[in-house]
């Protein structure tokens, strides 16, 4: 599945060696480029030279460092787009090494004659789903803010095929994995330094382009490379995704550093003060509890356990996270973990940033009514870009409302097809795959899916804008953990 020279090739195949022409003609090019080029350019077009020449020889590197970068959202390119909403498109560094990864993978599987195994009947209904909202350009209520949203889908929905590319079978399963295990590491990292260390810079580069630099708290919440949110959702799939490998290790060593892993990712979850992703942890250790063979008849003394742990780690790292959820669900008394002494329903947004979920129905409110306005709304959806547009919100916040407001009724069909589709296939292979590796590290996937994506996405996300990777890489990741497992079960 790699695309690369021949090892022992004839002189016929050496000269006429397309890849062979193709880097000779592109280094014969990049050579002469110094005579043009200011230094900094030269060197920066000679790294990208070589790090697609090794893509070129395995493209499963490129798309593994993207889910090691996957967290850094808040250093990005900003591409203005004037009065439209005051909408700004914003191209995170995984988007552009993304692009890399699939131009060699496209190259690769064309020039390559590549084995088609069974694979879950996802790829043609999420295809139906991305045309369709590119053709929703035609009633698009802003066709420039539309069209980048477009390539944005377009972009994020190539990410299903080329993680079901790059993971087809139980090495690649276990590489992909360690990866995402990086990935929670990193981003674990990013969120304990920022209790110390901050950095803001903008770099103007046209008038309606520039790239910002930015780490460390949002609105006195900790983030680090991303937005809070963001970051606690990638933590809780991370944690998941490292269970996973940490079922299959053998030796105290390796076990001992897999759990304290996931410790130092849980106490970076928990200090981000995202309620949405300890809601969805919480679901995700009872779903885990409820399915994993070893743990069935233990599932009640395992889950106190596990939230008495989760509580004490609370206190620990972040107590004031405990009156912002009680804020949260109404709470206007006394605090007693932060700094505000008291807080009233008419100050609670503004003051302790729980106000979230209020602004959320506000925001799905003003698009309803647009579309009870124009019932033809209902029928095809507001379109791509639509509810940014009506809502004055800058995504959905909702995985299944995107899918009914982008999309009208066709989403709501569509939406429910592909949750029928994942649970037939999840409840099959979970109940009678063999107990392999990767079985394991598939339990752990969809625990980390229905947690992210089923809990959280019901509150934030959506599947075409600059929040999509939340919910296009885990869909992809549990589809393609399921794909080998299905590979290792060919009976059923």
């Not at 382009?209 to 680090?224: E, T």
């Not at 928990?270 to 885990?288: M, N, P, Q």
């Not at 009506?390 to 939406?415: E, K, N, Q, R, W």
């Not at 509150?459 to 080998?484: E, K």
Request: glycine share 8%.
């Amino acid at each position: 599945m790699s695309f690369h020279l021949q090892d022992k090739p004839r002189l016929r195949s050496a000269v006429f060696n397309t890849p062979l022409i193709l880097s000779w003609a592109a280094g014969i090019l990049l050579g002469l480029s110094y005579l043009a080029m200011p230094g900094y350019l030269f060197w920066a077009s000679l790294a990208l030279f070589l790090f697609i020449i090794v893509l070129f020889r395995n493209y499963r590197y490129g798309y593994y460092l993207m889910v090691l970068i996957l967290p850094v959202d808040r250093t990005h390119l900003t591409f203005g787009l004037g009065d439209i909403s005051g909408y700004r498109v914003w191209i995170f560094p995984y988007a552009l090494l993304l692009c890399i990864t699939l131009v060699v993978w496209l190259v690769s599987r064309t020039w390559n004659s590549e084995r088609n195994d069974k694979t879950m009947p996802m790829g043609g209904l999420l295809l139906f789903m991305a045309t369709y909202m590119v053709i929703s350009l035609l009633w698009a209520p802003h066709f420039d803010l539309a069209f980048y949203l477009a390539l944005s889908l377009i972009l994020n929905f190539s990410v299903f095929f080329l993680t079901r590319a790059v993971i087809i079978d139980a090495v690649a399963l276990r590489r992909a994995a360690i990866a995402w295990s990086g990935m929670g590491f990193i981003t674990a990292t990013g969120v304990i330094l920022s209790n110390w260390y901050s950095y803001t810079s903008t770099v103007w580069l046209s008038t309606r382009l520039y790239l910002d630099v930015n780490f460390g708290k949002i609105s006195s919440r900790l983030a680090g490379l991303g937005g809070p949110d963001f970051v606690g959702g990638l933590l809780v799939s991370s944690i998941f995704i490292t269970m996973g490998i940490f079922m299959t290790s053998k030796g105290l060593a390796r076990k001992t550093f897999l759990f304290l892993l996931m410790v130092y990712q849980t106490v970076a979850m928990i200090e981000t003060s995202s309620r949405g992703a300890l809601i969805g942890f919480i679901a995700g250790l009872v779903l885990l509890f409820s399915i994993h063979p070893a743990s069935k008849n233990k599932m009640l003394k395992h889950s106190f356990f596990s939230i008495f742990l989760l509580i004490v780690m609370i206190l620990i790292a972040k107590p004031a996270y405990i009156d912002r959820i009680l804020v949260g669900f109404g709470y206007t008394g006394e605090l007693y973990f932060s700094d505000t002494q008291h807080v009233s329903s008419t100050t609670s947004q503004s003051s302790t940033d729980t106000g979230g979920l209020s602004s959320r129905v506000k925001w799905w409110k003003k698009a309803f009514k647009e579309m009870l306005n124009h019932p033809y709304k209902l029928i095809l959806g507001l379109g791509v870009g639509g509810f940014i547009t009506y809502s004055g919100a800058i995504y959905t916040h909702s995985v299944p409302l995107s899918f009914f407001f982008d999309l009208g009724l066709m989403g709501a069909l569509i939406f429910t097809f592909l949750a029928i589709i994942l649970f037939i296939n999840f409840s099959r292979y979970l109940s009678h795959a063999q107990r392999t590796p990767s079985y394991f590290i598939f339990l752990a996937s969809v625990v980390a899916f229905v947690a992210e994506v089923a809990v959280h996405g019901l509150i934030d996300y959506d599947f075409y804008s600059y929040a999509a990777r939340m919910f296009w890489f885990p869909l992809s990741w549990v589809c393609a953990t399921c794909n080998v497992v299905m590979a290792e079960n060919p009976d059923l």
